[in-house]
């Protein structure tokens, strides 16, 4: 069974940092690329950014939004990605998921960003 | 940025009759590989969202065959052609073929 398991969500001040991981399971982790999805309380679905595996020289790619102060990375050894995030902004606050996008999709993680 | 427009934005279906949810992008998902990068997407109240149909038409594995995804290029829809109470919820279209990523606005589905 495919299984994604995100943590490291929390409460963090304006200007801080965090970071989140994703544990995968029961699928091909080094030979995917995974992606960031987040999603503020009553809103759409955002894509984050995402890391390719490493037949494709693990390329990252961000939002707009995000780029510069988030970093995607990965770990195939552990089957683990990670979203490390800094400067944090109080409109960052959201659920975050990681994806394999044609893999489930975990529980998310909760960031709140604020003072 | 690929803009991603579904529409409506809500439905209102009674159990057993179809509902379809069109999804338009502003530019062609059809990748030179051959495959179009259109994926739909389900949340259901106070879940996670999860995969119904990828590369436009292909089911995800445990999906009922009464949902269908179909189009190419620039428009696309997610039918389902019986309505059941375990539908409910919001969708989302997505395309893949370029970041950043996008999703469409969501259509919620309910029964009446």
């Known amino acids: 069974e495919v299984q994604l398991v995100e943590s490291g969500g929390g409460l963090v001040q304006p200007g801080g940092s965090l970071k989140l991981s994703c544990a995968v399971s029961?699928?091909?982790?080094?030979?995917?690329?995974f992606h960031w999805v987040r999603q503020a309380s009553g809103k759409g679905l955002e894509w984050v950014g995402r890391i390719r595996s490493k037949a494709k020289s693990y390329a990252t790619e961000y939002a707009a939004s995000v780029k510069g102060r988030f970093t995607v990375s990965r770990d195939d050894s552990k089957n683990t990605a990670y979203l490390q995030m800094t400067s944090l902004k109080t409109e960052d606050t959201a659920l975050y998921y990681c994806t394999g996008l044609s893999t489930p999709w975990g529980q998310g993680t909760l960031v709140t960003v604020a003072s | 940025d690929i803009v991603m427009t579904q529409t409506p934005l809500s439905l209102s279906v009674t159990p057993g009759q179809p509902a379809s949810i069109s999804c338009k992008s502003s530019?062609?998902?059809?990748?030179?590989?051959?495959?179009?990068?259109l994926y739909w997407y389900l949340q259901k109240p106070g879940q996670s969202p999860q995969l119904l149909i990828y590369e436009v038409s292909n089911r995800f594995s445990g999906v009922p065959d009464r949902i269908s995804g179909s189009g190419s290029g620039t428009d696309f829809t997610l039918t389902i052609s019986r309505v059941e109470a375990e539908d409910v919820g919001l969708y989302y279209c997505?395309?893949?073929?370029?970041?950043?990523?996008?999703f469409g606005g969501g259509t919620k589905v309910e029964i009446k």
């Open positions: 530019q062609s998902l059809l990748h030179s590989d051959g495959k179009t990068y």
């Open positions: 029961g699928f091909s982790f080094r030979d995917s690329s």
């Open positions: 997505m395309q893949s073929i370029q970041p950043p990523l996008t």
